[in-house]
């Protein structure tokens, strides 16, 4: 099977470190249910926790998120003192959809979850050139900020749904130190700017998409929500960063020779050294977009059982098994082999 043929396989989509599962299950534990069980229902073996580098396809991360919060039964995952009943959100969109503009929307879905209370809600700001959301959650509630991270993602993703188009982001700050996860806010929350240790987090945004119709409906809405928010983490993710260009370039050639830098900054009408300097201001280099690149397709064709491990070397562009092998624990912590056998079949 050639890989270019395989129209369900996005190779272009990231993969999601494992360290986003572990912190999430933050929750979880302090409600004392079983993870491992827990973990065995979406696909994620235990085992895979204990590896650093392990990283999962966004499809098993969706399902990860679902299954907490219907185990739980909390939109908040067991992470704040007072849980937030499933359908929420949901009865928040039902409210909002109906707006004239993305500003009217925002500011009823901030209002609506302040009944609630004035912690656990994102708040949005604006002044004559820039808007900004700023999140209101208990430091306490979320040492690790996974629920900060991931309801600015959600609102950010909301925001741009309602519109039909994805809002760039001018800068981003998160008063805490960056954490070991640093290198994945790229892809998280792409910026000009993402600075660690602010006086306060926020992503900021031009104020004019504020102003901007409501393209969605109530039709619309109603297929959404079968999909859910975490859908955010694959739709409207960015596309203008080089790197994510680069991808959209090389994903042609999986499986082929690859396209040298100076082969690919001529195809983006870009010297080899602008193509460079402006990779290293995204804290990427081309070797490195490369190689995640084939990671990430690597891991979405090993979910795939009818391949072997000699189909996936071959349609990840290595003629070896065994240098994939090498390649594949060098990128992932573990082999491929003992990849595929972490990750049961659904």
């Known amino acids: ?55 999962i396809s966004p499809e098993q991360y969706t399902r990860f998120i679902k299954m907490l919060w219907m185990v739980t039964q909390d939109e908040h995952a ?49 002044d004559k050139h820039e808007a900004r959301f700023v999140p209101f959650i ?7 900020h996974f629920m900060t991270d991931n309801m600015l993602m959600i609102w950010h993703g909301l925001a741009s749904w309602l519109i039909d188009r994805r809002i760039p982001l001018e800068r981003v700050h998160f008063n805490y130190p960056a954490p070991e996860q640093a290198d994945e806010y790229d892809a998280l929350f792409f910026a000009p700017l ?22 969605q409906t109530t039709e619309t809405l109603e297929e ?40 690919v900054a001529s195809m983006l009408y870009l010297s080899p050294q602008t193509l460079r300097r402006r990779l290293a201001t995204e804290g990427r280099s081309y070797q490195g977009v490369k190689d995640a690149l084939r990671r990430d397709a690597a891991i979405h064709l090993l979910l795939k059982p009818s391949l072997t491990l000699e189909d996936v070397a071959q349609q990840v562009g290595f003629s070896e098994t065994s240098t994939f092998h090498r390649a594949f624990k060098k990128w992932t912590g573990v082999t491929p082999g003992l990849y595929r056998q972490l990750h049961t079949s659904l």
Request: proline share 4%; glycine share 6%.
């Open 1 to 55: 099977m050639n890989i270019k043929a395989a129209e369900e396989l996005n190779v272009s989509r990231n993969t999601i470190s494992i360290y986003y599962v572990n912190v999430a299950l933050a929750g979880v534990h302090k409600l004392g249910m079983d993870v491992e069980v827990l973990l065995s229902h979406v696909g994620i073996e235990a085992e895979l926790l204990k590896q650093p580098k392990a990283r």
């Open 78 to 126: 067991g992470f704040s003192s007072q849980p937030r009943k499933l359908g929420t959100f949901a009865m928040m969109c039902q409210l909002i959809i109906h707006s004239k503009n993305l500003g009217e929307a925002l500011e009823l879905s901030s209002q609506f979850y302040r009944l609630f209370g004035d912690d656990w809600f994102i708040g949005l700001e604006r």
């Open 138 to 144: 208990p430091r306490t509630e979320d040492p690790q």
């Open 194 to 215: 993402i600075q660690f240790n602010a006086s306060r987090t926020e992503i900021t945004f031009a104020a004019d998409y504020l102003d901007l119709p409501i393209r």
């Open 224 to 263: 959404f929500l079968k999909i859910g928010p975490t859908q955010f983490l694959i739709n409207f993710k960015n596309t203008n960063s080089l790197t994510s260009r680069i991808r959209d370039v090389l994903k042609n050639h999986i499986g082929e020779e690859m396209p040298t830098l100076n082969d």
